[in-house]
């Protein structure tokens, strides 16, 4: 976006500040952290849909043991 508000208000940037670069394992906890979010919220989805719990349960067991 910076880049844009440049084109259109036809000046620069100020390149005078440090860009803040994320540690790496932040990063890769944040990714994590989502990932179990969103497979859990599939899970939780998946069981409200199924008629057959055992079997959902056994596809939960073997989706995390491949995880």
């Known amino acids: 976006t910076t ?3 440049e084109r259109l208000e036809n000046r620069e940037h100020d390149t005078g500040q440090s860009k803040g670069y994320a540690s790496f ?3 890769v906890t944040q ?3 989502l990932d179990a979010v ?3 919220d ?3 989805t998946a069981v409200g849909m199924v008629n057959h719990l055992p079997v959902m349960m056994a596809a939960v067991v ?3 043991a491949v995880m």
């Open 25 to 27: 394992w932040v990063v």
């Open 38 to 40: 969103f497979s859990l």
């Open 42 to 44: 599939a899970v939780i």
């Open 62 to 64: 073997i989706a995390m």
């Open 3 to 5: 880049e844009l508000h």
């Open 31 to 33: 990714i994590v952290i």
